[in-house]
Each structure stands twice: as C-alpha cells, then as structure tokens.
Antibody, heavy 121, light 112 residues
Framework: QVQLVESGGGVVQPGRSLRLSCAAS????????MHWVRQAPGKGLEWVAV????????YYADSVKGRFTISRDNSKNTLSLQMNSLRAEDTAVYYC??????????????WGQGTLVTVSS | QSALTQPASVSGSPGQSITISCTGT?????????VSWYQQHPGKAPKLILY???KRPSGLSNRFSGSKSGNTASLTISGLQAEDEADYYC????????????FGGGTKLTVL
C-alpha cells in the first residue's frame, strides 16, 4: 500500500533553516508528481510546492517562493523541502502528497501523516 | 491570488443531503475541470473524495457527488451519516503564467 512518511519537523528560530524529508513506498515513485501542502494550527490547507515526476519542473506558492526549494531523489524514493529564512507564519503541519497522475492535474490521492514545523524564538 | 470561497459551515440531519459550494474565477474553476474535493477529520490527514470536478476515487461511496457550473463547483453528500462530520476543502488548478494549486477556505460539516 502507498505510504508517505514525513520527517524533519521541529522548533526553529525565525530566520533559520529546516529540511523536511518524505519517504515514499508502495508505488513507483518516479512516475508521479509530488506536492507539499501545509496547514497552520486551526487553519485551512495551503498548497506550498510541486515537483514533476522527473524533477525537471518545480513550482511554488508566492508565500514561499525564493525561500523554499522542493527536490526529489528517485533512486531513494525521497521527496524533500528545504526551508530557508523561516518566518512565524510558516508554522504549520507540512504534508507530503502524491499526485494521482494520468493528467488528473492537482488531484492529490495520498497524503502523509504530516510533520509539525514551529517557527518561534 | 485569493483562496476559493466556501461557506464556513453547513449542517444537516442524518439521511438528508447537503451541498457545499466553492466559488472561484474564470482563471481557476471557470477555466479548467481540475477541481478536487478533500475530507478531513480532526487530527487526520485530508482524503481525496472527488477529482476532475465529479469523479470519485475507486471505492469511495457514491453518496459523494460533484458538479461544476461556470466559476462555481459543488460537492453534494446524500444520505448524511454521522461519520461525514468533517472539514471539506475544494481545490482548483490555476495557471496564471505558472502552475499553482488554490485551496478553498474549508467548510465545517456538522451532522445534527
């Protein structure tokens, strides 16, 4: 079965960096686009970034563009999110999410359990 | 780009039907059929319940249905059950010169 397991969350000071990882299993990772979606405490969902199946295309929400970098290692079935210059408003649960593929754009069919990032001094 | 507009809350009694709307613009919902809906129970990860505006993932109950007209998409849940009580989010693909995904603000469904 499809499994997405995030790691790397924690408490970090404003302005510092953090790297999230997502270990994928149960499907052919290299065939699917992957997303990061976040949810601030008590708030709604916010799309963060997407990377194409082969890593050649990457897109970001305006709120993180220039500070966050999405990447993947298809040899290790791993998705990453490098977060720099963190701000208090980046505090959220970060979900690793698989796209369903077959040109069903932005249909996100499997979600990890999430990892909490808290930006605080 | 503002979030898609959803009602903050809706409610219904067991067995009834409810509809949740999701309003966007011609550059997102109105421009593409790439609307998805997600169900999220407290403390849990979201779950895909509809994609391409009206398609259900394999194995999902046919009590969930979707439609789209112009700039508004809708999720209808028929035969309400207690376990349907959750938050529901719509999303749409948007191409404003670059690929983006836009989420609605979410709707809290209460089963009375």
């Amino acid at each position: 079965q499809v499994q997405l397991v995030e790691s790397g969350g924690g408490v970090v000071q404003p302005g510092r960096s953090l790297r999230l990882s997502c270990a994928a299993s149960g499907f052919t990772f290299s065939n699917y686009g992957m997303h990061w979606v976040r949810q601030a405490p008590g708030k709604g969902l916010e799309w963060v970034a997407v990377i194409s199946f082969d890593g050649s295309n990457k897109y970001y929400a305006d709120s993180v563009k220039g500070r966050f970098t999405i990447s993947r290692d298809n040899s290790k079935n791993t998705l990453s999110l490098q977060m720099n210059s963190l701000r208090a408003e980046d505090t959220a649960v970060y979900y690793c999410v698989k796209e369903s593929g077959d040109n069903h754009i932005a249909a996100l069919d499997y979600w990890g359990q999430g990892t909490l990032v808290t930006v605080s001094s | 780009q503002s979030a898609l507009t959803q009602p903050a809350s809706v409610s219904g009694s067991p067995g009834q039907s409810i509809t949740i709307s999701c309003t966007g613009t011609s550059t997102d919902i109105g421009g593409y059929n790439y609307v998805s809906w997600y169900q999220q129970h407290p403390g849990k990860a979201p779950k895909l319940i509809l994609y391409d505006a009206s398609k259900r993932p394999s194995g999902l109950s046919n009590r969930f249905s979707g439609s789209k007209s112009g700039n508004t998409a809708s999720l209808t849940i028929s035969g309400l059950q207690a376990e349907d009580e959750a938050d529901y989010y719509c999303t749409s693909y948007i191409n404003s010169g670059t690929f983006r995904v836009l989420f609605g603000g979410g709707t809290k469904l209460t089963v009375l």
